[in-house]
């Protein structure tokens, strides 16, 4: 039996919620209807904040929208919120969160520069075995799907010159399933999504990392990709050429 007490969940608000038409029900879900023509910011969180356009909402505590300023010329992309975003209702605050904010000041990224969002805004979570804990889940294909207009209005409002996508999720949600960060992390890759995009790890994947020598230069790795992105948005400009990516 499921002993799931121990978790206190807040649920997302019980009212004022805005449907989904009935064509998308049938075709998939999506949060499109939802997307307010003209939108700022502000606007599209204050919507987003009531979507249920996929059952996540039941699961997550509450809409974690992007966050940064609308002239930041960066924008990171991770796959969802973690535990502590969840609470908070804000991207990228818990651990690995300050790991990407030390390696920005390492790489001498301005965090003012910078948006930070998800391919996906509520949590998803599985309680682990005792119930006491939320592990997190992996998004589906039809979640990241229902969830892209709120990432594609994002992109449209804030118009970033560098896109960055951290781990597999966002990189293979935005840049094909093909893409591989393992194999392309760092290159600079053709898309129409904004004038530079790369992909890297995610944060949260060095503080897996066991061994601590390991998780020291993998950093380091992570902040020489930093350090590209540092240098795109500088006057140098590229330094690597930029890849097609298979069709
Ligand atoms: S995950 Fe995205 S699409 Fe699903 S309910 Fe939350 S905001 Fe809406």
Same mark, same amino acid.
């Given at each position: 039996?499921?002993?799931?007490?121990?978790?206190?969940?807040?649920?997302?608000?019980?009212?004022?919620?805005?449907?989904?038409?009935?064509?998308?029900?049938?075709?998939?879900?999506?949060?499109?209807?939802?997307?307010?023509?003209? =939108?700022? +910011?502000?606007?599209?969180? %204050? *919507?987003?904040?009531?979507?249920?356009?996929?059952? @996540?909402?039941? $699961?997550?505590? /509450?809409?974690?929208?992007?966050?940064?300023?609308?002239?930041?010329?960066?924008?990171?992309?991770?796959?969802?919120?973690?535990?502590?975003?969840?609470?908070?209702?804000?991207?990228?605050?818990?651990?690995?969160?300050?790991?990407?904010?030390?390696?920005?000041?390492?790489?001498?990224?301005?965090?003012?520069?910078?948006?930070?969002?998800?391919?996906?805004?509520?949590?998803?979570?599985?309680?682990?075995?005792?119930?006491?804990?939320?592990?997190?889940?992996?998004?589906?294909?039809?979640?990241?799907?229902?969830?892209? =207009?709120? +990432?594609?209005?994002?992109? %449209? *409002?804030?118009?970033?010159?560098?896109?960055?996508? @951290?781990?597999? $999720?966002?990189? /293979?949600?935005?840049?094909?399933?093909?893409?591989?960060?393992?194999?392309?992390?760092?290159?600079?890759?053709?898309?129409?999504?904004?004038?530079?995009?790369?992909?890297?790890?995610?944060?949260?994947?060095?503080?897996?990392?066991?061994?601590?020598?390991?998780?020291?230069?993998?950093?380091?790795?992570?902040?020489?990709?930093?350090?590209?992105?540092?240098?795109?948005?500088?006057?140098?400009?590229?330094?690597?050429?930029?890849?097609?990516?298979?069709?």
């Amino acid at each position: 039996m499921k002993r799931l007490r121990s978790i206190s969940v807040r649920r997302g608000p019980s009212h004022n919620v805005v449907s989904i038409s009935s064509r998308e029900q049938k075709g998939g879900r999506t949060a499109a209807s939802l997307v307010p023509p003209n =939108p700022s +910011l502000e606007k599209l969180r %204050a *919507v987003a904040a009531r979507c249920r356009a996929c059952d @996540l909402w039941k $699961t997550g505590t /509450q809409t974690v929208f992007g966050e940064g300023q609308a002239s930041a010329r960066v924008m990171f992309v991770g796959e969802q919120p973690g535990d502590r975003e969840d609470l908070a209702g804000r991207p990228f605050v818990g651990p690995a969160g300050m790991l990407l904010d030390r390696a920005l000041v390492q790489a001498g990224i301005d965090r003012d520069q910078v948006y930070v969002t998800n391919v996906v805004k509520h949590f998803k979570w599985v309680a682990d075995e005792r119930g006491k804990r939320r592990i997190h889940k992996k998004p589906s294909a039809s979640e990241i799907n229902a969830c892209r =207009p709120w +990432l594609d209005a994002e992109l %449209a *409002v804030v118009k970033p010159e560098v896109l960055v996508c @951290l781990g597999a $999720t966002a990189a /293979q949600s935005l840049l094909g399933r093909k893409f591989s960060v393992s194999r392309q992390r760092g290159e600079l890759v053709h898309s129409e999504l904004a004038r530079y995009v790369l992909a890297t790890v995610h944060p949260s994947s060095l503080l897996r990392m066991p061994d601590e020598k390991d998780r020291h230069a993998e950093f380091e790795r992570f902040v020489d990709d930093l350090r590209k992105v540092a240098g795109l948005i500088s006057s140098r400009g590229p330094s690597s050429t930029v890849t097609k990516l298979a069709s």
